[in-house]
């Protein structure tokens, strides 16, 4: 695709329940990123893959937090049982190469847990 | 750890007013800096990056950015806004030398008087 695509836009879920987001990285690129935004705030680093590894989660909150890059290319961001802490908007980045390149952003979901 | 400090968080200037937003990041060896902006609505974009070679680096939108490695800073100029540079603005660096993540200031909203 033209660009870093995130699915859903929105996603409204219960405290408790376990939460997919999904993101479609620019064609080609090796990197991708995972990041939160939450109102106000600048992006807060999660986690960066190169290739199908992580090559440093250390953002990841907690052990509630979980992300994968099975092949290389779409990554999928996980959350279970959400709290209310974790509404924020989430975001994805993907760069053709880790270093030396920026990262292109996509628009991001909004998660919100009521 | 690295980090990046955003002193300015909103900033109201007229149009054709001179813009400078400061940056600071804290990192020892070889840098990799952003600006990134994110206009109402929108994904973040780049502005502008520095990777090596002149401190002075021209973005879009007639944008630039100096790198002082002495001040650790890398503030973003402009010398005449328009309305249309309403936004927010975010600094960012990662580590020049190795593949890493990109941290992120806690960013400036910039807020243009017509």
Same mark, same amino acid.
């Given at each position: 695709?033209?660009?870093?695509?995130?699915?859903?836009?929105?996603?409204?879920?219960?405290?408790?329940?376990?939460?997919?987001?999904?993101?479609?990285?620019?064609?080609?690129?090796?990197?991708?990123?995972?990041?939160?935004?939450?109102?106000?705030?600048?992006?807060?680093?999660?986690?960066?893959?190169?290739?199908?590894?992580?090559?440093?989660?250390?953002?990841?909150?907690?052990?509630?937090?979980?992300?994968?890059?099975?092949?290389?290319?779409?990554?999928?961001?996980?959350?279970?049982?959400?709290?209310?802490?974790?509404?924020?908007?989430?975001?994805?980045?993907?760069?053709?190469?880790?270093?030396?390149?920026?990262?292109?952003?996509?628009?991001?979901?909004?998660?919100?847990?009521? | 750890?690295?980090?990046?400090?955003?002193?300015?968080?909103?900033?109201?200037?007229?149009?054709?007013?001179?813009?400078?937003?400061?940056?600071?990041?804290?990192?020892?060896?070889?840098?990799?800096?952003?600006?990134?902006?994110?206009?109402?609505?929108?994904?973040?974009?780049?502005?502008?990056?520095?990777?090596?070679?002149?401190?002075?680096?021209?973005?879009?939108?007639? @944008?630039? &950015?100096?790198?002082?490695? *002495?001040?650790? !800073?890398?503030?973003?100029?402009?010398?005449?806004?328009?309305? #249309?540079?309403?936004?927010?603005? @975010?600094? &960012?660096?990662?580590?020049? *030398?190795?593949? !890493?993540?990109?941290?992120?200031?806690?960013?400036?909203?910039? #807020?243009?008087?017509?």
């Amino acid at each position: 695709g033209a660009g870093v695509s995130q699915t859903p836009s929105n996603k409204v879920t219960e405290k408790g329940k376990y939460v997919e987001l999904r993101c479609d990285p620019i064609s080609g690129h090796t990197a991708l990123y995972w990041y939160r935004q939450s109102l106000g705030q600048g992006p807060e680093f999660l986690i960066y893959f190169q290739g199908t590894g992580a090559a440093d989660d250390s953002g990841l909150p907690n052990d509630r937090f979980f992300a994968v890059r099975p092949e290389g290319s779409v990554s999928t961001l996980k959350i279970q049982r959400t709290e209310r802490g974790d509404s924020a908007v989430y975001l994805c980045a993907s760069s053709p190469s880790p270093l030396g390149t920026e990262a292109f952003f996509g628009q991001g979901t909004r998660l919100t847990v009521v | 750890a690295q980090s990046v400090s955003q002193h300015n968080h909103h900033v109201i200037l007229s149009e054709a007013a001179s813009l400078e937003l400061g940056c600071n990041y804290s990192y020892g060896g070889t840098v990799n800096l952003f600006w990134y902006v994110q206009y109402p609505g929108q994904h973040l974009q780049l502005l502008l990056k520095y990777f090596s070679g002149d401190p002075l680096v021209k973005g879009i939108k007639g @944008f630039e &950015a100096e790198f002082i490695k *002495s001040k650790f !800073s890398f503030n973003l100029r402009k010398p005449s806004v328009q309305w #249309s540079d309403t936004a927010e603005y @975010f600094c &960012a660096v990662n580590e020049g *030398s190795s593949a !890493s993540k990109i941290i992120f200031g806690s960013g400036t909203r910039l #807020s243009i008087r017509p």
